[in-house]
């Protein structure tokens, strides 16, 4: 509940529920700049994701992609739900397995695809994977013959079509994924083949994904009608082919600033389009949805502080002790966060802001509706930047010796925890080569 005095304005509502006077609590009893997740959030955005694909003829599961929040009470409240997750790296296992996830919910999308991460992979009990090259492919079928494993394998294509979206992930000659018509072997066509070929590999499906913050959902639509060509080809050439697993990837859009269309549209427009697609091949593939961004983007934000200000004709310039080292986005995508300001006394006028961080760099400034007016505010007041809790976390770094900040977290019966210490400066100059040649 707000205090009366207390006026913000407010972009965005969903951003987790916590209260002005919550965060005023909180910030008498830990250092700004911090960050508040909160649990709800993350389990409500999980419901009406899993809501929005009922229209689907068939079964659906969500997969977290724990690239957007790594944070082990965050994989933790989600392995509680008993999802799936999206993992790409050996680290990311690391992280999984010490909060006790289920390997057997597991896929793992290497980029690298070497063969010696497929074997620590396949050890550490993962047994679904995603190849996106043939190279990745013979390194797959020699892993899985050093490990003794059979494992089962999704082809990640690329559509190679324009994506509107704030990161695409396809392009024509893109990073990630094989073309569905190519004259190398770099080719979904040959490697599902070859997959079908191997005594040691079992098909499980087709991968793809498209983009992050995706705005224009028909980017969906043309990629089934892409893999239509695929499957045609495929039940022709394969007798008992079969398609366990379709995975579309991530992209559910978070409404920062602009509007983005809701999952509840982007889902309908998905399903009443995949309904028609496994209906004409006689399929029925588990579908899955997986998601970074809309799973942890909203649960978060970062409390800071103003902790200098200084007055133009056009209105005030505040510095807070947060920075793009706590936002990368901020800097590197021009990423909006919805803002709001708590102050201590009453407001009496509003007006232009601009607000920069606490590094000695140009590009540390954020970004703020040029429409938009806020309330007089001054030195020790709090500027909460909201929905901050994909891709931001993950990218802390120390640039001008800065320490990681705390997360706490706050719970669905409302009470809070610290879920990371805040990083002291001995830590962080000992972890940057603190053990001087000249004192070993
Ligand atoms: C393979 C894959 N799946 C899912 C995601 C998650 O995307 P988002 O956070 O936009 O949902 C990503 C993000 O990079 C990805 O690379």
Do not use: W
Not at 19 to 42: A, H, R
Not at 321 to 341: C, H, R, T
Not at 367 to 383: N, R, T
Request: charged content about 20%.
């Amino acid at each position: 509940m707000s205090k009366p005095s207390l006026q913000n304005i407010r972009f965005s509502n969903k951003s987790s529920s916590i209260s002005d006077t919550e965060i005023k609590e909180i910030t008498s009893k830990f250092n700004t700049p911090l960050y508040v997740v909160d649990e709800q959030t993350i389990l409500d955005n999980l419901s009406s994701l899993e809501n929005s694909f009922n229209n689907y003829n068939g079964k659906t599961s969500i997969a977290y992609s724990i690239k957007s929040n790594f944070n082990p009470s965050i994989i933790e409240i989600l392995n509680k739900e008993g999802i799936l997750f999206d993992l790409t790296s050996l680290g990311e296992i690391y992280f999984f397995k010490q909060t006790n996830g289920n390997f057997d919910h597991i896929l793992y999308t290497s980029i690298t695809e070497e063969e010696n991460e497929f074997v620590a992979a396949m050890k550490s009990g993962i047994s679904k994977f995603v190849i996106g090259s043939y190279n990745g492919l013979l390194n797959l079928i020699s892993a899985s013959k050093l490990s003794q494993c059979r494992p089962k394998v999704l082809v990640r294509i690329n559509p190679e079509i324009d994506v509107v979206a704030d990161i695409s992930a396809s392009s024509s000659m893109g990073k990630f994924g094989v073309p569905v018509d190519n004259l190398s072997n770099d080719d979904a066509f040959y490697i599902i083949n070859k997959i079908y070929d191997s005594d040691i590999l079992e098909f499980y499906g087709i991968h793809f994904h498209l983009g992050s913050q995706i705005s224009d959902p028909s980017c969906f639509v043309k990629t089934i009608d892409i893999l239509a060509s695929l499957i045609t080809k495929l039940q022709s050439n394969i007798d008992n082919f079969s398609l366990p697993i379709l995975d579309i990837g991530g992209g559910t859009p978070v409404k920062y600033i602009q509007p983005v269309p809701s999952p509840d549209d982007i889902g309908k427009l998905i399903t009443d389009k995949l309904n028609m697609f496994i209906k004409s091949f006689n399929l029925s593939p588990t579908l899955i949805v997986e998601s970074g961004r809309y799973l942890s983007a909203e649960s978060a934000i970062l409390i800071s502080k103003i902790v200098n200000s200084k007055t133009y004709p056009e209105g005030k310039f505040h510095i807070v002790d947060a920075g793009y080292n706590l936002l990368l986005d901020s800097a590197l995508m021009k990423q909006e966060y919805p803002i709001d300001i708590i102050t201590k006394s009453e407001i009496h006028s509003y007006e232009n802001i601009q607000i920069g961080g606490r590094l000695c760099d140009t590009l540390d400034t954020f970004q703020i509706p040029s429409d938009k007016k806020y309330p007089s505010a001054e030195i020790g007041d709090l500027v909460i930047f909201r929905n901050v809790g994909a891709y931001s976390i993950v990218f802390n770094m120390p640039f001008h010796c800065q320490t990681k900040p705390s997360i706490l977290l706050r719970k669905r019966d409302q009470s809070i925890h610290i879920i990371r210490e805040e990083e002291n400066i001995e830590d962080l100059f000992n972890s940057e080569g603190g053990n001087l040649i000249s004192q070993q």
